[in-house]
């Protein structure tokens, strides 16, 4: 059963989460929306959770990662629905967010395209660069050029045309885009803390060794990693989570 919570969608703003693995969850996201007095709908898909036909009723949207391919259905029943639901985020200017999984998905929506990384699996802690673009970024302004996120994804994508590029690592170009006002993608995670690298590496470690690290590494340099992360990603998943407030008074004044 989905986890929508009681109080009615139009007095208080809801998001809807799609989680695709239970190690994958929204972790800091979930916290920063909570703050602002956002509820959550969490839609855990793995458990045979259904995902909406569409997005009526919420006020935002985030689309979390997961092991399955961006663009097969195999292993992944809910892919076309929840391409379907970018979509209508995306007509609709919601405040949304995809994460690692989420972001080829919503690279996809919006028309672009996801591919096998040709320089191989990106996993651990490492460095992106901010693009000039992200200077005005609502979210990512104010940022500095550089940020240490953690990686952990075997396939990439092309940006969807018209988009905007806000960062790129030295593997790939495809690290974080905009698509029209309010529908980031973020090939990072952002939203990790020291229970969720745990999980990642309980539930994924081989794919550190397969991207040239091991499990051990990434577990050494998390604490380090996170102590400089989180004062830098805390105003950005607090803006994320005021568009979605906001977008629920844009409503109730538009009655």
């Not at 007095?37 to 793995?46: A, E, G, S, T």
Request: net charge negative; with cysteine.
């Amino acid at each position: 059963m989905s986890r929508r919570l009681e109080d009615p969608i139009g007095t208080t703003p809801t998001c809807l989460v799609v989680q695709h693995v239970e190690p994958e969850r929204p972790y800091a996201i979930g916290d920063a929306l909570a703050a602002a007095d956002v509820k959550l709908d969490i839609r855990r898909v793995f458990a045979g959770e259904p995902v909406p036909s569409d997005l009526a009723g919420f006020a935002g949207c985030v689309v979390m990662g997961g092991p399955m391919s961006a663009s097969d259905n195999r292993g992944f029943p809910t892919r076309r629905a929840e391409l379907d639901l970018l979509s209508d985020a995306i007509a609709r200017g919601m405040p949304t967010v995809g994460v690692c999984l989420g972001a080829q998905l919503l690279a996809l929506a919006g028309g672009g395209t996801v591919f096998r990384g040709p320089s191989g699996p990106e996993v651990g802690w490492a460095s992106i660069e901010l693009t000039e673009q992200a200077a005005d970024d609502p979210l990512l302004a104010g940022l500095p050029d550089r940020l240490t996120v953690l990686h952990w994804h075997g396939d990439t994508f092309a940006l969807p045309p018209g988009s905007v590029h806000l960062a790129s690592s030295s593997l790939y170009q495809g690290q974080a885009f905009r698509i029209g006002a309010r529908a980031w993608g973020l090939q990072f995670h952002l939203e990790v803390d020291e229970v969720a690298v745990a999980a990642f590496l309980d539930a994924f470690g081989e794919d550190a060794v397969r991207a040239g690290t091991t499990p051990e590494s990434i577990d050494e340099d998390t604490n380090g990693a996170l102590r400089a992360l989180r004062p830098q990603r805390a105003p950005v998943l607090a803006r994320f989570a005021e568009l979605v407030a906001a977008r629920e008074r844009e409503k109730l004044v538009g009655r």
